[in-house]
C-alpha cells in the first residue's frame, strides 16, 4: 500500500527559482492537503482541496500555488522562492467524515 | 491568530506514569478534534479523534476528552511508555470534518523516561 507519495524527499533552491512539489495518493481520497512546518513549530495549513476541481486557501498561502485535476494528484508550486520558504513540507489525504488525514513522508525545501 | 493552540512546549513523565498533553481552541465551530504522533523525519500518523456529540472516546492506552465549554481537549497515555516518546499535535476541524480544513496546534514534545 502505497498511501500518501510526496517527491522529492529534499532539494535545495536558489533564491527566484521555481518548482513544484508532487503529492499522490491511492486511497481515493477527497480531501487533500499542504501543510509547511518550520523548525520547532507547528503544522500551517497552505492549501487544501476537497475534490478534483476545487481548492481553497489555508493559513499560509501567500507565495504557492496548488491544483487538484485528478482525485490522486495535489502538486504545490513555488514561484519565486525565497528564504522564508525554507520548510518541511508535507502533504496529506482524508476521505471525509470521522475519519483522520493520512501524511506523506515531507519534502525538506532549503532556498538558498 | 492562533485557533489551535497547546501551550506546553514539551512534557516529561516516567515509564509507567500517565502522560497528559493538553489543547486549546477558539473557534466554535469546529466540532472534530484529532491527535497526532510524529517522529523525526516521519510525517504525522493519526492516534485518535473525538466528535463534538461525545466527551470522551479510548482506545487502547490513548483517551481524549473533550471540555467544549471550556474548549479544551485533553490527550492520556497510561502507562506511558518510553515509545511514545515523540512530539504530539492536536488538530481540529468543522462540521464533523466535512469542511476539509484540518487545523493543527503548535505541537508539545513528550519524553518518557525509562
Known amino acids: 500500500n502505497a498511501g500518501v507519495t510526496q517527491t522529492p524527499k529534499f532539494r535545495i533552491l536558489k533564491i527566484g527559482q521555481s518548482m513544484t512539489l508532487q503529492c499522490t495518493q491511492d486511497?481515493?481520497?477527497?480531501?487533500m492537503y499542504w501543510y509547511r512546518q518550520d523548525p520547532g513549530m507547528g503544522l500551517k495549513l497552505i492549501y487544501y482541496s476537497v475534490g478534483a476541481g476545487i481548492t481553497d486557501k489555508g493559513e499560509v498561502p501567500n507565495g504557492y500555488n496548488v491544483s487538484r485535476s485528478t482525485t490522486e494528484d495535489f502538486p504545490l508550486r513555488l514561484e519565486l522562492a525565497a528564504p522564508s520558504q525554507t520548510s518541511v513540507y508535507f502533504c496529506?489525504?482524508?476521505?471525509?467524515?470521522?475519519?483522520?488525514?493520512?501524511f506523506g513522508q515531507g519534502t525538506r525545501l532549503t532556498v538558498v | 491568530d492562533q485557533q489551535v493552540k497547546q501551550n506546553s512546549p514539551s512534557l516529561s513523565v516516567q515509564e509507567g506514569r500517565i502522560s497528559i498533553l493538553n489543547c486549546d481552541y477558539t473557534?466554535?465551530?469546529?466540532?472534530?478534534f484529532l491527535w497526532y504522533k510524529k517522529y523525526p523525519a516521519e510525517g504525522p500518523t493519526f492516534l485518535i479523534s473525538i466528535s463534538s456529540i461525545k466527551d470522551k472516546n479510548e482506545d487502547g492506552r490513548f483517551t481524549v476528552f473533550l471540555n467544549k465549554s471550556a474548549k479544551h481537549l485533553s490527550l492520556h497515555i497510561v502507562p506511558s511508555q518510553p515509545g511514545d516518546s515523540a512530539v504530539y499535535f492536536c488538530?481540529?476541524?468543522?462540521?464533523?470534518?466535512?469542511?476539509?480544513?484540518?487545523?493543527f496546534g503548535q505541537g508539545t514534545t513528550l519524553q518518557v523516561k525509562p
Open positions: 496529506a489525504s482524508r476521505p471525509g467524515g470521522d475519519l483522520g488525514a493520512f
Open positions: 488538530a481540529a476541524s468543522g462540521f464533523s470534518g466535512n469542511t476539509g480544513k484540518l487545523i
Open positions: 486511497m481515493n481520497h477527497n480531501y
Open positions: 473557534n466554535s465551530m469546529f466540532d472534530y
